[in-house]
């Protein structure tokens, strides 16, 4: 880490003993830097004023301006500048006076070089001290401020969620009106969404936002909530009122800029009414969040306005329209008929694309949802929660039936699986038994006692998922263990047909080579 550069001014009435000065301090070990070489107090005052250097070497003995009054004009322009004084034997009582100003740091002519050194260090420890005193001062201020922030965040998440707040320690009371916005992210392409972007993207707008409001405002409040909402709550004095819309439109343009480089993302600001009553904040955030869900109907990438919004409410114009396809609907999902549920889809967003509304859109989602009702487990909820995270953040209706669509499709496929891994799940329990078994009699009954399902179903299942039928799969496993046995073993036909579950070698021998073609004491030639 490089150590910072130390700014050192030399005053004295006699210029060469300035340069002496300078001669005899070691800049470079020092981390000092002499930025001037003075021969009168006036051009030092003006100097100092101008360029405040850290560390001031002067005589206190000049003629017009000395050491002391050079001291006493320049002391307040900054409490980080050290003087070391520079006086004769004859001079130092004269210069104690200057202990009055807090200056303890004096080197006495001659001038010796481990004098001015140790003077020096000992300026130099200060200003250290006096720096790092300042960084903590502000570290705390910052932590203190971003607590405020937190805790202030804190406190509008309440008032979004429900009505009880404190009142009496929110906003600065003397800027006389107050407003919402709801600053809203939707995906451009909803088939190239990075959900681990948007908390940066939301961070981001969250800081271009709030610096843009504290500049030009009162007292600012900002909190995220889910699906890529922004709120902000702010007040504001009458003379700052009519620069509001511009302050937006500005806040709008900063977050387009940014987020030209992800082209993800589109921003729309709602706008809460102006109040000029803190019992009406939480009216005019309702407000912002209304104006943010018409922007479907009204448009994306703008700042609306709650009082421009024509207040027709389209989603009762269109509340029964998924009555006609409901049990459609069902019957599509039920068989799977995947083509028909996309025809019945794009049948109802053409239906609802003259009033663009997002609570149409939620209606229709909420009434497919609860068509899964009997299937409904956490995995097809969580699947919900997640299509609802991004139907809430389309920016049009194509997207949102998109979306929907893949919920659909998702909660199909799960489903089936489902089903085909507890259809699979008896017939596995089967094959590894008779494998385990078939030298006992094994009947299906037994099996359907095992795996608790009824005999005929059964067997119908088995053939179903297997090809063959339950007696025909046992003959096969047990012709097949025949086999090696005839191969691997010296055993007799009648002693590997008993091995195989069959006691009569007669009917062994006819099973076999109906089977297998051959007789067994041919295969065993054959192969051995």
Known sequence: MTENIRKVLIVDDEYFIGKLIYKLVDWDIKHLECVNILDNGEDAIDYIRNNTPDIVITDIRMPGISGLDLIRETRDISNKIQYIIIS??????????????????????????????????????????????????????????????????????????????????????????????????????????YKKQDSITAAKVVDIANKI???????????????????????????????????????????????????????????????????????????????????????????IYFEDINKENLSDKYADIMNEYNDELRRSIESFNIEKIKYILSDVFRKISDGQNEDIVYQIYNRIHGLFKDYSDEKIEEEYRDILSLLNSCCNLSDCKKVILK?????????????????????????SYIKDNYREKITIEDMAEIVDLNPIYLGSLFKKEIGLNFSSYLIKVRIDAAKSLLIETNYTIAAIGSEVGYKDTRYFSQLFEKTVGIKPALYRKIHS
Request: charged share 35%; proline share 1%; glycine share 4%.
């Open 407 to 431: 919920y659909i499709l998702d909660c199909l496929e799960y489903i089936k699986s489902k089903s085909e891994g507890q259809v699979l799940k008896p017939i596995r329990t089967m094959i």
């Open 213 to 303: 409001l504290e500049t030009n405002v009162g007292e600012v409040i900002g909190c995220n909530k889910e699906f890529l909402n922004i709120f902000f709550l702010f007040n504001y004095s009458m003379e700052e009122a009519k620069s509001i819309r511009g302050i937006l439109n500005t806040i709008l343009s900063k977050i387009n800029e940014y987020l030209i480089g992800f082209e993800r993302y589109r921003a729309t600001i709602g706008v809460g009414n102006e109040k000029s009553e803190l019992n009406d904040i939480k009216i005019s955030i309702n407000e912002a969040h209304y104006t943010i869900e018409k922007r479907l109907r009204i448009g994306i990438n703008r700042v």
């Open 88 to 193: 004769g034997y004859r001079e130092f009582e004269y210069a104690r006076e200057a202990m009055k100003y807090g200056i303890d740091h004096y080197v006495l002519k001659p001038i010796n070089k481990d004098d001015l050194s140790e003077a020096l260090d000992d300026v130099i420890k200060i200003l250290g001290e006096i720096e790092n005193k300042e960084a903590r001062e502000k570290r705390l201020i910052e932590t203190v401020e971003s607590s405020k922030k937190i805790i202030k965040s804190s406190i509008l998440k309440d008032i979004i969620e429900n009505n009880d707040y404190d009142k009496s320690i929110f906003l600065n009371k003397d800027s006389k009106l107050f407003r919402a916005i709801n600053i809203k992210l939707d995906y451009e392409n909803i088939e190239q969404v």
